[in-house]
């Protein structure tokens, strides 16, 4: 249930958005020589959890996010366009939507030329990988499948030893989990709901070949989508969206976290406000340059910002290329040379199963995923995969997945002053280890079936797409860029808040970690270096 907090604040979002402001909350604590007590650059899971739990302790805050404000109706009387249908809304100042599936039978049917704007979805190219992320007040939690997922404590314990799991899984992910309002499908739904036939057919078939099925909880409120089925409610996720926004029923971060931000009165969110630096003054307060754009990504006011405390939760590229500028400029020349360091894809490779005609997956699909196959017991080839939504909106016989592997390769940032921009160096041959394992698993789902892969989806007659990601991890790396709470090595009151710190894999979808993560360190640096 919503709290009164939370409905005030999201009906201050609404209410923003609709008069066409930029801005939601105080203004004056995002104007041009303001100074403000804390500053949290981003608005995705990390950035919210440090501006609610800032907020809650009496700290103003101020928020700058690049993307737009997602709150008001266009022309249509929807906020976010389908998959299908893509229209400028969709992507990020492109001509032509890039979706991750670029191809039908190898047909160039699925991209649309679109006009350039601020849309919801960025795909950032860097050569051999591409990074999908999310724009907007609410970061990835816009665009995202919602799964919420907890990683397994002992390769937790793997990838973030220094961080205390009893009081991750005792304490930090239940309260993630509680205040994101993640839910698990009703198994009855899922069984008899003609939308969940491809998820049903993946997994009886995994089932068949001796795999290991799970349920995953997710963000998207199943209630709602029972009552889209009924035909009481507006369709969204039964409806083709996700990938460019829901419209309704996902429970993104402008309905929980943020709204709960916004609903205590001390914190301003500004939208279309893009930081591009980052200086002390000699009081040891951070300046933040940042250029507030117009939706032709024309600057509007370039404004300088004055913050005692800092937050980067401008996810894992963002704050890992502020931080890189930062020191490689001069700036702030003390940050850790590991910065740029360990980041990784979090091993995912997507990839699709031609089924035979007796096992459809459906003309109708949800595009919310609610299982996974979990193959990470094997030790020769580790898996946790998703089973992926294909909403065509005709029949495809087609399984589709999100394999997250153990890919052991890193990748690193550099800083291209030239360019002035952070520069991803990841080769192909990385990806391998990943493709590697997850083909061992669909090949063996293939043999019990006597059925092959899909080679017309991705583009170049590939099977497996392992040249983007969904999943971007590390950069700034806890317990290397930073102490073991995310404080950068080299400053003081300057911190990494979101999917930067988590060293490029996790085994599952990210973000309730992220979030989780983020409780864990706040708490403590708001008990000790702030209140
Ligand atoms: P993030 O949510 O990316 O937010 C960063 C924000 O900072 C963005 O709004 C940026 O626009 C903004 N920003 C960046 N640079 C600047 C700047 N210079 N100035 C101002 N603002 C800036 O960060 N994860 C799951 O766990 N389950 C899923 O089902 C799932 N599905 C996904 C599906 C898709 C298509 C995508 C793209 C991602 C998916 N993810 C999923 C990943 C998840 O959304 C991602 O890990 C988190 O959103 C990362 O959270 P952060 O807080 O790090």
């Known amino acids: 249930?919503?709290?009164?907090?939370?409905?005030?604040g999201y009906s201050a979002l609404t209410a923003a958005a609709a008069a066409g402001l930029a801005v939601v909350g105080p203004r004056a604590a995002a104007a041009d020589g303001a100074r403000v007590p804390a500053l949290?650059?981003?608005?995705?899971?990390?950035a919210a959890v440090s501006a609610l739990r800032l907020a809650e302790a009496g700290i103003p805050v101020t928020m700058l996010e690049m993307g737009r404000l997602w709150s008001e109706p266009a022309e249509d009387g929807n906020v976010f366009c389908t998959i299908t249908a893509p229209d400028r809304r969709s992507m990020w100042f492109r001509s032509r939507t890039e979706a991750p599936l670029a191809t039908f039978l190898w047909l160039d049917v699925v991209n649309r030329d679109i006009e350039p704007y601020p849309g919801v979805l960025d795909r950032v190219d860097h050569g051999d990988m591409a990074v999908y992320v999310g724009r907007g007040v609410g970061g990835g939690s816009l665009v995202n499948g919602g799964m919420a997922v907890v990683p397994r404590r002992d390769y937790f314990g793997r990838v973030l030893p220094q961080v205390d799991a009893d009081a991750m899984y005792d304490r930090y992910y239940p309260l993630a989990q509680t205040e994101l309002r993640a839910n698990t499908i009703d198994q009855g739904f899922h069984r008899d709901s003609d939308y969940y036939r491809f998820s049903r057919t993946a997994a009886a078939q995994a089932e068949a070949a001796g795999l290991k099925t799970a349920f995953v909880p997710g963000v998207y409120d199943f209630d709602y989508m029972?009552?889209?089925?009924?035909?009481?409610?507006?369709e969204s996720a039964l409806g083709g969206e996700l990938l460019y926004g829901n419209n309704h029923g996902k429970m993104s971060l402008p309905?929980?976290?943020?709204?709960?931000?916004?609903?205590?009165?001390?914190?301003?969110?500004?939208?279309?406000?893009?930081?591009?630096?980052?200086?002390?003054?000699?009081?040891?307060?951070y300046l933040v340059t940042v250029e507030h754009k117009d939706d032709a990504d024309e600057v509007i006011a370039t404004k300088q910002i004055g913050a005692r405390h800092l937050f980067l939760g401008a996810g894992s590229l963002g704050t890992t290329e502020l931080l890189l500028r930062a020191r490689d400029t001069g700036d702030l020349p003390d940050l850790d040379e590991s910065i740029g360091q360990g980041w990784g894809p979090n091993g995912n490779v997507m990839t699709a199963r031609a089924n035979q005609v007796w096992a459809p997956t459906g003309v109708k699909q949800s595009t919310i995923p609610v299982m996974g196959i979990d193959?990470?017991?094997?030790?020769?080839?580790?898996?946790?995969?998703?089973?992926?939504p294909l909403p065509a909106g005709i029949e495809t016989w087609a399984s589709l997945y999100l394999a997250?592997?153990?890919n052991p390769e890193r990748g690193h940032f550099t800083y291209d002053a030239a360019a002035d921009r952070a520069v991803l160096h990841w080769s192909a041959d990385q990806a391998e280890p990943g493709t590697a394992a997850a083909k061992s698993l669909f090949d063996r789902l293939n043999r019990a079936h006597g059925t092959?892969?899909?080679y017309d989806l991705f583009g170049g007659n590939r099977a497996f797409a392992d040249d983007f990601c969904y999943h971007p991890l590390g950069g700034v790396?806890?317990?290397?860029?930073?102490?073991?709470?995310?404080?950068?090595?080299?400053?003081?009151?300057?911190?990494?808040?979101?999917?930067?710190?988590?060293?490029?894999?996790?085994?599952?979808?990210?973000?309730?970690?992220?979030?989780?993560?983020?409780?864990r360190n706040l708490e403590a640096v708001i008990g000790a270096d702030i209140a």
């Not at 249930?1 to 005030?8: G, K, P």
């Not at 309905?255 to 200086?279: D, M, N, P, S, W």
């Not at 490029?504 to 992220?514: K, S, W």
Request: no cysteine; hydrophobic share 40%; net charge negative.
């Open 226 to 234: 029972r009552r889209e089925e009924a035909g009481t409610a507006p």
């Open 452 to 454: 092959s892969y899909r």
């Open 477 to 519: 790396v806890l317990g290397e860029a930073t102490d073991d709470y995310g404080r950068l090595n080299g400053y003081e009151r300057l911190y990494a808040t979101d999917s930067s710190l988590i060293p490029g894999a996790l085994g599952v979808n990210p973000l309730v970690t992220i979030t989780a993560l983020a409780e």
């Open 255 to 285: 309905k929980t976290y943020l709204a709960k931000a916004l609903g205590t009165g001390l914190v301003t969110i500004a939208a279309r406000h893009e930081v591009r630096r980052i200086e002390q003054d000699a009081d040891g307060d």
């Open 404 to 406: 997250i592997t153990d």
């Open 375 to 388: 193959d990470w017991d094997n030790e020769d080839a580790r898996v946790f995969a998703e089973i992926a």
């Open 1 to 8: 249930m919503a709290t009164r907090r939370q409905i005030l």
């Open 40 to 46: 949290v650059i981003g608005t995705g899971y990390g």
